[in-house]
């Protein structure tokens, strides 16, 4: 949820207003993390919420609602997927007369990738620790085949890991995008 919070509170201390969020229906608890922390900082702010939920089935169907979300909801001035499936199903829209779509939109990406950082305007992405999650998924399963309980149960852990905001130009302050810089 945190991760999500500061990236839409990000948004906001840029300008932008009229922020979406862009997620699945389920009940995966890490989605529904990213979730409350968007409506938390949506709420803090006074800011109106813009929420599609998708079921997803497939990169086409998903890009066609994304598409249409986004033409219904033209004054939405920036954009926030909860997850990286869901930004690159987006980026299809940079392959038609859609494009405008999203470069005229203050985007971010849950979950970092290479391409992020070559698309112009450069991505801001919300990256998680993928080998400090891998090296504690690691030493709970360690820990756990050393336990020498014999009735099968096991705790269950929760561990939470700091995730970074990687600012791109695509968030850059709205007052900012609009003056032309020379070179």
Known sequence: AKATADATAHLVDNGFKN??????????QQMLDRLDGYRNTIKRFGLK???L??????????????????LENKDTDAVLFAA??????????????????????????????????FISPSITSIEQPIKAIAGQIFQLMLKRLD????????????????????????TAAKLAKKVKLVS
């Open 147 to 170: 336990a020498k309980k014999t009735d099968g149960l096991q705790e269950s852990s929760v561990i939470k890991l700091p995730a970074s905001l990687i600012k791109r130009a695509s």
């Open 53 to 70: 939920q998708i079921v997803y089935t497939d990169q086409k169907t998903t890009v066609g609602k994304i598409k249409s979300f986004l």
């Open 49 to 51: 919420e813009n929420i």
């Open 19 to 28: 922020i979406a969020f862009i997620t699945i229906e389920t009940a995966q």
């Open 84 to 117: 990286n499936y869901l930004t690159m199903s987006a980026l299809q829209l940079f392959k038609t007369k859609d494009k405008t779509l999203l470069t005229s939109k203050a985007l971010i990406s849950f979950d970092d990738f290479e391409l992020l950082e």
